[in-house]
């Protein structure tokens, strides 16, 4: 850990730690019935912000449904126009029209799109576009285990490998489809080793490890700024909640309370947190107030959000038709 600076250990805790209170004030939303749906991200926190830390303002993201909230927050997204846009205000990036399909071109977010898998072939235009331009941006692109398997995965590497494109594919692997196994489903134990048969570096790591997550990662965004092509990298990692909502969805049946609580001991937030004391690089006072901040920046976006206007009705039939961004 130590070949990060202290500055940067700080601002990796508060994005972690933002992340992770801003996923549950979404939930306490839903709960209260001012929001009604969303793919929780606790227990995942570092996969997106371990990767998202490493780029420029001008680098390309492409987040998938359940991180999508990790990405934003690690690219310094407004929290006030973010909240604003999930609450359907007009007053969000995509005037309360796009909810959790979300873009924000100022950041460079590209946005998810409701069919799973289809940001891998997107990534790889757009990695063309990056090469074509002669520039030395990268793009980012999250998906979940379960898409390995399709064939947008592997048209898209084998493309991104052919042209040498500056694509970074993260592959979170979070054990479950929806609710089913990836052991049942997949034929190998670490996806990565998929890379090999593309020609391009493939990678399998902890991915409740921020500090393993990070440096992959900054080694893969090194690599592609500097022409040599894209890179896999696995994160193993875990939901604490459910697949969607805010519960367990215990009764489905597919994972037990005893896989849980082990999953628990190895949150990403606690863990980071506690290595961060354990090492003094810092002290609990200097934790404890960036925990007080990001409270209240999440304190002061809802606030924002629910008393910012609902869009009208010319508004979303206008913006419905021009793609939702004026």
């Known amino acids: 850990m130590f070949n990060i600076d202290r500055f940067k250990l700080m601002d990796l805790y508060k994005k972690l730690f933002l992340t992770r209170h801003y996923d549950e004030t979404l939930r306490k939303l839903a709960e209260e019935?001012?929001?009604?749906?969303?793919?929780?991200?606790?227990?995942?926190?570092a996969v997106p912000v371990g990767v998202c830390v490493n780029l420029r303002e001008d680098d390309y993201v492409i987040p998938v449904h359940r991180t999508q909230m990790g990405a934003m927050?690690?690219?310094?997204?407004?929290?006030?126009?973010?909240?604003?846009e999930l609450l359907g205000r007009s007053t969000g990036y995509c005037h309360g029209v796009a909810g959790t399909h979300i873009g924000c071109a100022e950041t460079r977010i590209l946005g998810k799109t409701g069919i799973l898998g289809a940001g891998l072939p997107i990534a790889v235009g757009v990695g063309l576009s990056i090469k074509l331009r002669k520039t030395d941006q990268v793009i980012?692109?999250?998906?979940?285990?379960?898409?390995?398997?399709?064939?947008?995965?592997?048209?898209?590497?084998?493309?991104?490998?052919?042209?040498?494109?500056?694509v970074i594919f993260v592959?979170?692997?979070?054990?479950?489809?929806?609710?089913?196994?990836?052991?049942?489903?997949?034929?190998v134990e670490n996806l990565a080793i998929r890379a090999?048969?593309?020609?391009?570096?493939?990678?399998?790591?902890?991915?409740?490890?921020?500090f393993e997550v990070y440096n992959a990662s900054k080694e893969a965004i090194d690599r592609a700024r500097n022409g040599m092509g894209p890179t896999l990298i696995e994160c193993k990692t875990y939901r604490i909640l459910g697949h969607s909502g805010t519960g367990l969805d215990l009764d489905a049946g597919y994972?037990?309370?005893?896989?849980?609580?082990?999953?628990?001991?190895?949150d990403p937030v606690k863990v980071f947190r506690e290595k961060l004391l354990i090492e003094g690089i810092l002290k609990e006072k200097e934790l404890s107030e960036i925990e007080f901040k990001a409270r209240i920046a999440i304190e002061s976006a809802v606030k924002f959000?629910?008393?910012?206007?609902?869009?009208?009705?010319?508004?979303?039939?206008?913006?419905?038709?021009?793609?939702?961004?004026?």
């Open 140 to 166: 980012t692109v999250f998906f979940g285990e379960g898409l390995s398997s399709q064939g947008n995965f592997h048209e898209s590497l084998n493309m991104a490998s052919i042209w040498k494109l500056p």
């Open 196 to 210: 090999k048969g593309y020609g391009i570096p493939g990678v399998t790591l902890d991915g409740n490890n921020l």
């Open 171 to 187: 592959l979170e692997n979070n054990l479950y489809a929806f609710t089913t196994p990836a052991k049942e489903a997949i034929s």
């Open 73 to 84: 927050i690690a690219k310094e997204i407004s929290l006030e126009k973010l909240t604003a």
């Open 33 to 45: 019935g001012v929001w009604s749906f969303y793919h929780g991200i606790i227990g995942e926190e």
């Open 305 to 326: 959000a629910i008393e910012s206007p609902f869009p009208t009705k010319e508004e979303v039939m206008s913006l419905s038709v021009r793609g939702g961004v004026k």
């Open 255 to 266: 994972r037990t309370p005893e896989e849980i609580e082990i999953w628990r001991k190895r």
